[in-house]
């Protein structure tokens, strides 16, 4: 019970970014764009956004496979994991 507990209390402080989002009261449709339809309004959400790194790294932590976090769409969310993941094995700049 307190292990679960706690780890509600970690999921919610993990969370608490999301208070100071940019796209608070924003259609959610707009960062779920059909696929090949533009993101560019969704990305103008984002920038200047202030917890704009905190986003894009929850939803790399989390696997987020849809939609624009951070400012990025999947295809970007994913050169970056690539980038990590070689970086991690130590091959800089493939
Ligand atoms: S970066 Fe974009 S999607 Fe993420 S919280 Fe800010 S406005 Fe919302």
């Given at each position: 019970m307190r292990e679960m507990m706690i780890?509600?209390?970690?999921?919610?402080?993990?969370?608490?970014?999301?208070?100071?989002?940019?796209?608070?009261?924003?259609?959610?449709?707009l960062f779920f764009p059909e696929r090949g339809?533009?993101?560019?309004?969704?990305?103008?959400?984002?920038?200047?956004?202030?917890?704009?790194?905190?986003?894009?790294?929850?939803?790399?932590a989390h696997g987020e496979k849809f939609g624009i976090w951070g400012g990025m769409s999947e295809r970007e969310r994913r050169r970056i994991r690539r980038q990590r993941a070689l970086a991690r094995r130590g091959i800089v700049g493939a």
């Amino acid at each position: 019970m307190r292990e679960m507990m706690i780890q509600l209390r970690v999921e919610a402080e993990d969370r608490r970014w999301q208070e100071r989002a940019n796209c608070l009261g924003v259609d959610p449709d707009l960062f779920f764009p059909e696929r090949g339809a533009s993101t560019r309004e969704a990305k103008a959400v984002c920038h200047g956004c202030e917890v704009q790194a905190e986003c894009l790294e929850y939803a790399l932590a989390h696997g987020e496979k849809f939609g624009i976090w951070g400012g990025m769409s999947e295809r970007e969310r994913r050169r970056i994991r690539r980038q990590r993941a070689l970086a991690r094995r130590g091959i800089v700049g493939a």
